[in-house]
């Protein structure tokens, strides 16, 4: 089956420009995720989305993060304007059913961004 | 929040030698996973144990989960170069999957 596709797979911008990364999850899956990791950490969740709808984004910088999940398939993440603690690389996941329902999480090769 | 933290850090062996990694969290949980990542890379899935299993495997992968210490363990057996990569624990409360710090493993061939 083909995977969780991202991009750009690269992005070099400086501080305070915008920034936008795109994710097409696996055909069927109801459920997307965005997560960020730090050089050196884990990931952590950003964003949840439940077909369209939004079910966790409480760690998500709102004031700067953005994003939306097009006809529950698509999905894009924005930052604007980018601070040089958003260099990071931006993992984008999804599973077939929702969490809590023990599903394994299918991720994409990330985009990684340096904020300069 | 991070609610997983990984022991050791870091790892090196020799290939054919077996590696431990542990992990320990602080709520309960519906299940625990177990990731890998190879550098620059996203994040595979290895295994994953219920809150009411004790131990599972899958091919060199061996995973013990103990619900009263809230600890697992990842044993990955006769290890190979291949093997060397980060190893990272998530843990599924009722409404989302929260990793851990990571284990980086490095095999020596």
């Known amino acids: 089956e083909a995977g969780v596709a991202q991009s750009p797979r690269y992005k070099i911008i400086e501080k305070r420009q915008s920034v936008a990364f795109w994710c097409n999850p696996i055909?069927?899956?109801?459920?997307l995720y965005w997560y960020q990791q730090i050089l050196g950490q884990g990931p952590k969740l950003l964003i949840q989305?439940?077909?369209?709808?939004?079910?966790?984004d409480s760690q998500l910088p709102k004031d700067r993060f953005s994003a939306e999940r097009l006809k529950g398939v698509d999905s894009t993440l924005k930052i604007q304007p980018a601070k040089l603690e958003d260099s990071a690389v931006y993992l984008c996941?999804?599973?077939?059913?929702?969490?809590?329902?023990?599903?394994?999480?299918?991720f994409g090769s990330g985009t990684q961004l340096s904020v300069l | 929040s991070q609610q997983g933290e990984e022991d050791p850090q870091a790892l090196s062996i020799q290939e054919g030698e077996n590696a431990t990694m542990n992990c320990s969290y602080k709520?309960?949980?519906?299940?625990l996973q177990w990731y890998r990542q190879n550098s620059g890379r996203g994040l595979v899935h290895l295994i994953l144990i219920r809150s009411n299993e004790r131990e599972k495997h899958s091919g060199r992968l061996r995973v013990t989960l103990d619900t009263s210490k809230k600890s697992s363990s990842l044993l990955i057996t006769a290890s190979r170069a291949a093997d060397t990569a980060s190893y990272f624990c998530a843990t599924e409360g009722t409404d989302k999957l929260i990793f851990g710090t990571g284990t980086r493993l490095q095999v020596f061939p």
């Open positions: 709520t309960s949980i519906n299940n």
């Open positions: 055909s069927g899956h109801a459920t």
């Open positions: 989305f439940q077909n369209n709808g939004v079910v966790d």
């Open positions: 996941a999804s599973s077939l059913g929702h969490t809590g329902t023990n599903e394994k999480l299918l």
